[in-house]
DNA sequence: AATGGACACGAACACCGTTCTACAATAGAA
DNA sequence: TTCTATTGTAGAACGGTGTTCGTGTCCATT
């Protein structure tokens, strides 16, 4: 009976493994060496993000990928909106929760948030997408599910945990999609728009007087190497929750 | 001698006022009633986004409103990046910066970003323009030297300072956008993919075993009206502030 | 062997941002 | 006043997007 995909994405929603057996090819595969899978799909579409960036992935690069027409592509995804929410979900399966632990639940939520900053940032814009996902996606689900075992595991109080892996996962979607596109705009850099940090200080010092402190700080403000800023704020709000513990 | 759109811009992102005189009309109206200026079409633009939300501003949707062809736009705006752009950065003239003080710098640190929050979602969508815009804009500036001022007239180190204000409005413009995304979600509720918060409770209370937390609290994660969520995780951010003063 | 159903796919639709080109109308020069 | 160069206006078109329709093709079952 081969569900649709309007089905499949239902499903997703729902309880269920996620993984519903692959349920043993029935139909024609035509003279195809490979057929076309949902999980075929998803699969070149990563590797599309990964080597060119979410911007790439259109349907129709997506099938020429497959060797087929973009049309191919609706018996087995409702949408764009829909292969994005796969793409997020699949995402997040990869990440591995630990066992929550009373003493190290600290490092095991920076834990869990930069290995999901490290995804994003594999596969570039893809960020983007996740701000569109629903909140009802299973395999976001788990992940939140695993953040809140372990922040309940830290003493922290349950309405308090509940926001703050809110705020914490929107902020690793933002952190990622921002270093994402300031990426791109490096990458291409042909209208070089915005550069390099040598020309953003050169920017700041050419400032008018309107703007005392952006220079005297452009030091400051445009300091952080790799992943100091993401540190900095991880630690900002993951610090500032015990003090909250009763909430009003 | 009119400087090309592209000169404008680039004046943007220089040192000068923003508003150069209006340059009293030269060239030729046609027979137009309103000749086609950059703040009409900036005006027109927030009022597509107002009514129709960001996703409904093309450019074409755009020059129909003003009566015009596509083409005619071009000519005083480099692209649709440089009209987002345009659009950032009149939201941001619209935030009134307070006079920094010493004692109420909390107040008024989270004054601004609420000012911020409301811009965004009184034009729904538009905070996705928001995370391409380069940080050398010149309104988008004026904001971060005013919050600059008010952390530190707080007494902030200036590093912590500089990163906090980074944080902080990559946090707004994420939770404005998720915000319009889950509006827009609902109002066109025909497919109701995900929908109001009892539907969401049943949906958490459906979920197997494997999610004890999710089903649990439940509550306690769907809870939070209006904005309860945004004044926490700016509180989060804020009261973890001066325990950083001396940053390594 | 025949049939039904699942799948693949080419063509097409409506839309997007952008560019090319020709056009009209004014402001200044003669 | 006439002429011309400048400059904003626009129509048409290009290459791209997501999505749908109808048709074709093959397999597994009867």
Redesign the pocket.
């Given at each position: 009976?081969?569900p649709t995909p309007q089905e499949r994405r239902a499903a997703r929603h729902r309880l269920g493994t996620g993984s519903s057996a692959p349920a043993a090819?029935?139909?024609?595969?035509?003279?195809?060496k490979r057929?076309?899978?949902v999980d075929a799909i998803i699969g070149t579409a990563f590797g599309i993000v990964e080597k060119e960036g979410y911007e790439?992935?259109?349907?129709?690069?997506l099938a020429t990928e497959?060797?087929?027409?973009?049309?191919?592509?609706?018996?087995?995804v409702v949408?764009?909106?829909d292969?994005d929410e796969l793409l997020i979900g699949r995402l997040c399966a990869e990440i591995d929760l630990p066992e929550p632990d009373a003493v190290t639940w600290r490092r095991q939520i920076i834990d869990v948030c930069t290995q999901l900053r490290d995804q994003y940032l594999r596969y570039p814009g893809i960020s983007r997408a996740a701000f569109a996902a629903a909140p009802s996606n299973l395999d976001t689900l788990r992940v939140s599910e695993g953040m809140l075992a372990i922040l309940l595991a830290g003493g922290i109080d349950p309405q308090t945990a509940a926001w703050a892996i809110d705020s914490l996962m929107l902020y690793v979607n933002a952190y990622s999609l921002e270093i994402s596109l300031v990426n791109r705009r490096l990458s291409r850099s042909d209208h070089a728009w915005v550069v390099s940090r040598d020309e953003l200080l050169d920017r700041f010092a050419a400032l008018p007087d309107t703007f005392p402190h952006t220079k005297r700080y452009a030091e400051e403000l445009t300091a952080g190497t790799t992943h100091d800023r993401f540190d900095f704020t991880l630690g900002l709000m993951i610090d500032g929750l015990p003090r909250q513990q009763r909430n009003p």
């Open positions: 009976m081969s090819r029935r139909g024609p595969s035509g003279g195809r057929p076309i899978t790439a992935l259109t349907m129709r690069r497959l060797e087929t027409g973009p049309s191919s592509l609706y018996a087995h949408n764009k909106e292969l």
